[in-house]
């Protein structure tokens, strides 16, 4: 029987491959081919790093794919195609595997296993870490020696020199006058007492445009930058002729793949002096660091300011609120009045054809938090939605306690599996000392997370008790999930700025963005509510449309029926309304099953609704 195969392609931009996306797909095709197999589809990630996980669409779509079920082989022109970390793979070997979906590479054009995967990802991820190591030293190196290590700043230019044999000598950087002059009167204006985004407004309306750097427009925060990182325009100590390199490192965070800035100590920083690039005197640079710690101390004496407030409440739609115009974010802008953030500080925006936005309406917090929470139904934890959550609560303990019964069995069978990649491991270090290569750490790394795993394993099959008592799941209180809400609301109409989080908590999980806009008459704020309690709103509406159609199509049949003379009698009249409230009652749980699979689904839903 033919087996239907999956392709998935990617390119990198960390290590370019000589092997486009069209000729890996082009050979995976021909192996397809070769055997007589189905393609189904083709999945690829373009300019996307094998040590991203999450955030490769491409491998993502191909996953979901899989678990509808269908699928014989994932298809790749090679296993670092798939992934080049070691957790990431060992992710996509395990769901491949419980789906009993097969890893063919082109290269070999034969099946994988799970170890040679693994190995494979090793290696990878140990030749990428010491790319990023040859590369950060090459780069202290060309730091020590006077020259850029990476993009040119605000107020240089790329200085063209060439070597006795004629080629271009990288790394030089000279002053870009008409730059230097925008910089200096930067630092002159701020030290007169001007804020950064007062500097900003004004670059931005010059005529002829005065270009930001990258050439885009100009921000406050480029100006303003982070005084303790030496960051922004009024921090770059390289306008006093001193280069710092290394002040800080970054590390992807293994749970949202971002990178995530960390200062380094100061005996780690790489510093040189070079007076050629200065372009601001010391006596204006120390006027500049003395008003920025006016500043910092003013600010830290406010109560009333959360721009600069560590400690800040946490309100209620903190984070969650859209200008419907821009779609910056709605921000504190005075008092309990929450405003667009992008035009407070008169910023153009690309998309409106560089204006500033033009949304000035402003809404006081707690109205629209009232607003917001007020629209919650009162009837969404009524007793059809209970009923329907208590049935899923308990299937799913059910579930739990027949994965109960089936893991001693599951646990014996991890731990031969990873036993046999202990072995497999252990083999291949051996053949290399064998051949006279170098010892890999992440191979011994390796083989020390999998006896952790092992041993992880062994204990929780030593406490897996001989016989399972069943687990009696109390149902859900509708009271309380009707207080929780009455909670959040009684702290609105008292006007606490202290919420309790675990209120906040559940208000929030219903909401997925609030935007707002200028009502028509520009008197009041429109609001746009996205998320759960939007597709819940939107669910009754339209269920309380339908059931006006229903109605009235009830009552014409009774009327056709009535003329008829259908009706032989007062019972028979009253039979043919029952029926009709019996189907409008049947129709009435169908839309309050819409409602609960809104609640409990995962997820947003893509609806919005208008208050």
């Known amino acids: 029987m033919s087996k239907n195969v999956i392709i998935y392609a990617r390119y990198s931009t960390d290590r370019q491959d000589e092997q486009s996306i069209e000729t890996q797909i082009e050979r995976c095709r021909a192996i397809v081919d070769q055997h007589g197999w189905n393609l189904v589809s083709t999945f690829q990630d373009n300019a996307v790093s094998g040590t991203s996980y999450k955030r490769r669409p491409g491998i993502q779509q191909l996953l979901r794919y899989v678990e509808r079920g269908g699928i014989d082989i994932v298809l790749c022109l090679s ?25 063919w590479t082109a290269k070999a054009n034969a099946r994988i296993s799970d170890i040679e995967m693994n190995i494979g990802a090793v290696l990878s991820q140990e030749m990428v870490e010491q790319g990023r190591y040859r590369t950060r030293e090459g780069m202290r190196t060309t730091v020590q020696k006077g020259k850029a290590a990476g993009g040119i700043a605000y107020g240089y230019r790329v200085k063209q020199a060439y070597d006795e044999r004629g080629d271009r000598i990288p790394g030089l950087r000279e002053i870009d006058e008409a730059e230097a002059r925008i910089i200096r009167w930067i630092f002159e204006e701020y030290a007169k007492g001007r804020s950064p985004k007062d500097l900003a407004v004004e670059l931005n309306s010059r005529v002829p445009a005065v270009p930001g750097p990258r050439g885009a427009k100009w921000r406050d925060t480029a100006i303003r930058g982070h005084v303790s990182r030496g960051s922004g325009i009024l921090n770059n100590e390289l306008y006093v002729g ?7 490192e970054y590390r992807k965070n293994p749970d949202t793949e971002k990178r995530v800035a960390r200062h380094n100590d100061r005996d ?28 910092e101390q003013s600010f830290s004496r406010t109560t009333t300011n959360r721009l600069n407030r560590g400690h800040r409440p946490q ?7 859209e200008c419907a115009h821009c779609y910056g974010p709605y ?3 005075a008092r309990d009045r929450y405003g667009c953030t992008n035009r407070q500080k008169k910023l153009p925006i690309d998309h409106l054809g560089g204006i500033v936005c033009t949304n000035s309406k402003t809404i006081n917090r707690f109205e629209l938090e009232e607003r917001v929470v007020t629209a919650v139904p009162d009837n969404l934890f009524g007793a059809d939605n209970l009923e329907r959550i208590n049935r899923d609560i308990k299937a799913a303990v059910t579930r739990g306690q027949q994965h109960a019964t089936e893991a001693p069995e599951r646990l014996r069978s991890e731990i031969s599996a990873i036993e046999t990649k202990q072995r497999a491991i252990g083999d291949k270090i051996a053949e290399r000392l064998m051949a006279g290569h170098a010892a890999i750490p992440a191979l011994d790394h390796m083989l020390d997370d999998l006896e952790q795993q092992r041993l992880t394993l062994s204990r929780q099959l030593d406490a897996v008790p001989a016989t399972s008592e069943p687990v009696v799941t109390p149902p859900l209180n509708g009271g309380l999930l009707k207080g929780a809400i009455a909670a959040v609301r009684t702290m609105l109409s008292t006007r606490e700025d202290a919420f309790d989080e675990s209120w906040i908590s559940i208000a929030r999980q219903l909401l997925q963005k609030v935007v707002i806009s200028p009502s028509a008459d520009g008197k009041s704020a429109d609001l746009s509510i996205h998320g759960r309690l939007a597709g819940i709103l939107s669910a009754q509406e339209a269920w309380r449309e339908a059931s006006r159609e229903l109605r009235d199509q009830q009552s014409a049949q009774f009327v056709r029926m009535r003329s008829a003379g259908a009706f032989k009698s007062v019972a028979d009249k009253t039979k043919f309304l029952l029926r009709c409230k019996a189907i409008l009652g049947e129709r009435e749980k169908e839309w309050m099953l819409l409602q609960v699979s809104v609640v409990a689904g995962a997820g947003f839903e893509p609806a919005a609704f208008r208050l």
């Open 79 to 103: 296993a670092d195609r798939l992934s080049r970390d070691v957790a990431h793979s060992a992710q996509i070997g395990k769901k491949l595997g419980f789906h009993d979906v097969e890893l």
């Open 242 to 248: 001193r280069v710092v390199w290394n002040r800080r």
């Open 268 to 295: 780690e920083w790489v510093v040189s002096k070079q007076p050629e690039l200065r372009i601001i005197s010391d006596t204006l640079w120390t006027a500049v660091k003395k008003r920025q710690m006016e500043v």
């Open 315 to 321: 309100y209620l739609l903190s984070g969650i609120l």
């Open 331 to 333: 921000a504190i802008m």
